[in-house]
């Protein structure tokens, strides 16, 4: 990857896979595509997982490197609903009552609940058990954007201001993915669409997002392929 790419996983919960209440058709591949991705990351950093494509769940603990440090250019998120949320957002609140009191949909997908670590606050502290070897940080957000979070915002800036583009991943790409991508485009950060790492609902929701985003393009946006991706920054 480019030295300063942040890299965004966005909200890749049990919620959104198949059969699901809010499934999307292509959340195995997604999942696939992004291991793809975190797997062709620097080996030689000890900062970083040393898991394999075969063992991306929770065996793969026994491979992962003993210390546990945070690479802070690969970046989960997760989507969790704020209960004091106002106005429109008490509105989903009452809507989505069941699904966001579950903490099974709401949580990682098995492949790669083992590798987060929950960061609390601006600090950027980590907070793992003693032992744990989870890995790169994901942060809590109660918005659509990733970008609404203050911390994450300042992280995209300074990978920007040295160089960098700011990669999404995740779902969904109508929902969540496109608002945080409008949020990076109006603040400057170029962006890097990887396409076959995002999933919509449905190819028909999904499709509409991709050309929502292609009209931006190439100016302020890549639409691009993990393979292309990684075949131009290695």
């Not at 059969?19 to 595509?33: L, Q, T, Y």
């Not at 998120?77 to 509105?91: I, R, Y």
Request: aromatic fraction near 6%; glycine fraction near 6%.
């Amino acid at each position: 990857m480019k030295a300063a790419d942040l890299i965004l996983v966005i909200d890749m919960q049990k919620v959104y896979l198949p059969g699901n209440p809010w499934g999307c058709e292509r959340m195995p591949e997604v999942i696939r595509k992004i291991q793809d991705l975190l797997h062709a990351l620097p080996q030689d950093n000890a900062s970083l997982p040393t898991f394999t494509r075969e063992t991306t769940n929770a065996s793969a603990r026994a491979q992962i490197l003993p210390e546990t440090e945070i690479h802070p250019q690969v970046v989960f998120t997760e989507f969790l609903a704020d209960p004091n949320a106002v106005h429109g957002w008490a509105a989903y609140n009452e809507a989505n009552e069941a699904i966001n009191a579950d903490p099974g949909m709401n949580a990682l997908v098995d492949a790669f609940a083992p590798i987060v670590c929950r960061q609390q606050g601006s600090d950027g502290k980590k907070s793992c058990p003693d032992g744990d070897i989870r890995r790169f940080p994901i942060y809590t957000k109660a918005s659509y954007s990733s970008l609404r979070a203050p911390e994450l915002r300042h992280l995209a800036e300074t990978c920007v201001n040295a160089g960098g583009r700011v990669v999404l991943t995740g779902v969904v790409a109508e929902c969540c993915v496109l608002a945080t991508f409008f949020d990076a485009v109006d603040l400057g950060f170029p962006v890097i669409w990887l396409d076959d790492a995002i999933a919509g609902l449905n190819t028909e929701t999904e499709a509409a997002a991709r050309l929502t985003v292609r009209g931006l393009a190439p100016v302020q946006v890549r639409i691009m392929t993990v393979r292309e991706y990684l075949r131009e920054t290695s």
